[in-house]
């Protein structure tokens, strides 16, 4: 075979962005050199006088030195607040905790087979879409899980499998920032959302759900693509080259079984105590009640969405525990403590990056570094003349081309948020609204970064049904979910901005 027609050689863009990414440390290095950076330009730039005029108090906003003797007892006596009191600390454990009782308990993966309940065309790629961009509840399982089931379930129907595939992993990677329900993820980041956006308004106050609204709306624009992709560009192009048409793996009875009756009757009871969970919640917002409606407030302004963490906490271990007792994968209640105990391992490298991020963090903020940064480029966005939306636009494009070099969402959102949300608040766009366009951009490009780790293991799975299957094979059918469905989410986050339409309970797209 010829080299131009060999699909596993990375040449051009695609080999560049993978020795790009290639060389891009780990995020714990990152911070290190960005706290080192901050406290020496907070000496130079301190003892230049540089600083700024807030534009809201009109009082001067000057650099602080962080390298005094004060400023270094300080921040060694308040590493360990810093780090325990940093805002994704206090919410992704619990929410995590929630998480491992569906996840290990079954519920998740029973979720997940329901994919293969209809064989119809439109209605399969519908479901499988609409599982996959949902799938982000179940954290990285869902990149290794999904696909490879879809995949047997299309042979099965005698669709073919890489057709399926490619299908779940697009809509898991590309509908990473939708969701129809409120997740750990979305704690996470509003919590680094809410450290930077007190930069400029201390009083600022993020829950998990500030970007509810558009996600849950963004759930069904990306299920439809993203079925259509495939039905219409990836399916016929598949057939035309042969890929996967005549597939060498064949699938057995052990590696594919559909619902039994017993896990059925598990996700009915599964899904009527998450009803008598709504309900319950509802009736709580009744005068009298925990989340009634504070004085001169809604129900939206009081301790329901500050309670967002616990509830989904709550939500995902009540229906975890009662598929497990259904189906027999829990026996009693202690047998939910080895499922979180399991998961909370998996939080080792969150952690770790956490302890970092809230160091530098804490510096870059104590230092005034990021206000003056905020203000002026607040000023430099507002000389642009460019609208707000158009301005969430050109972020998510931003962001979806970092994303391509560093994976880690929480990663990311922490080194840029400090300095993206005050600058875009400056500029009159909410905190809700930048962490909206920041998980658009973080999930737009997933499926075809290289240096995302699940990629070498759909590989591995498309290679086993075609061997011809390459690197630059997977990349090239992905693509098309990430520019197609790229461009018009972005111009849905447009629209909407344009019509002014709250992000989520509570938070508008402007200030």
């Known amino acids: 075979m010829s080299k131009e027609h060999d699909p596993g050689q990375l040449t051009g863009f695609y080999g560049w962005i993978e020795k790009a990414g290639n060389k891009v440390p780990h995020p714990v290095y990152l911070f290190i050199w960005l706290w080192a950076i901050t406290l020496v330009a907070s000496l130079v730039l301190g003892k230049m006088g540089v600083g700024v005029t807030h534009p809201t108090t009109g009082e001067p906003i000057n650099i602080v030195n962080m390298l005094t003797a004060d400023g270094i007892g300080n921040f060694l006596r308040n590493m360990g607040s810093k780090w325990m009191n940093f805002a994704p600390m206090l919410t992704v454990p619990i929410c995590t905790l929630g998480l491992a009782v569906s996840n290990y308990s079954g519920l998740l993966g029973a979720t997940l087979k ?105 759930t069904f624009i990306l299920t439809f693509l993203c079925a259509a992709i495939s039905i219409r560009y990836i399916e016929p192009r598949l057939a035309r080259t042969g890929l996967g048409v005549n597939s060498r793996k064949t699938v057995t009875q052990e590696e594919y079984q559909p619902l039994t009756a017993q896990e059925r009757k598990g996700l009915k009871a599964s899904l009527i105590s998450l009803i008598l969970f709504f309900i319950l919640i509802w009736l709580m917002t009744f005068r009298g009640m925990p989340f009634q409606a504070p004085e001169g407030g809604t129900v939206m302004t009081g301790l329901l969405f500050k309670s967002i963490p616990t509830l989904v906490f709550l939500l995902f271990f009540i229906a975890g525990y009662v598929y497990g007792k259904v189906t027999g994968t829990i026996k009693k209640f202690g047998d939910t403590i080895p499922m979180m105990q399991k998961e909370l391992k998996t939080l080792g490298s969150f952690f770790l990056i956490c302890f970092f991020a809230a160091q530098f963090i ?58 993206f949300v005050p600058m875009f608040m400056i500029a009159g766009i909410s905190p809700a609204a930048t962490q909206v366009a920041y ?51 972005i111009v849905f986050l447009l629209i909407w901005a344009y019509l002014g339409l709250p992000m989520g309970p509570g938070y508008g797209t402007f200030m």
Do not use: H
């Not at 998980?439 to 086993?464: K, S, V």
């Open 114 to 218: 329901t994919a293969g309940g209809s064989e119809n065309k439109w209605r399969l790629a519908l479901i499988v879409a609409f599982i996959g961009v949902n799938a982000n509840l179940a954290g990285d399982a869902a990149f290794i899980v999904f696909p490879p089931l879809v995949a047997m379930l299309y042979q099965s129907a005698g669709r073919n499998p890489l057709d399926g595939l490619f299908l779940a992993f697009a809509s898991v990677c590309v509908g990473f920032g939708a969701n129809l329900l409120v997740g750990s993820g979305d704690a996470s980041l509003a919590g680094m959302s809410e450290a930077a956006a007190r930069i400029i308004d201390p009083n600022y106050t993020a829950n998990p759900a500030m970007g509810w609204y558009f996600m849950f709306t963004s």
């Open 362 to 419: 804490a510096v870059f903020g104590d230092s005034q570094i990021a206000t003056v940064i905020a203000v002026l480029g607040g000023r430099f966005l507002q000389n642009l003349g460019l609208p707000g939306p158009i301005l969430l636009g050109v972020f998510v494009i931003m962001v979806a081309f970092i994303n391509l070099f560093m994976g880690s969402a929480n990663g990311k959102w922490a080194l840029i948020s400090a300095i």
């Open 439 to 489: 998980r658009m951009g973080d999930g737009l490009t997933n499926n075809i970064t290289p240096t995302l780790p699940y990629l070498a293991i759909i590989l591995g799975y498309a290679q086993e049904y075609d061997g011809r299957a390459k690197t630059g094979t997977v990349m090239a059918y992905m693509l098309p979910y990430s520019l197609i469905a790229g461009l018009v989410w």
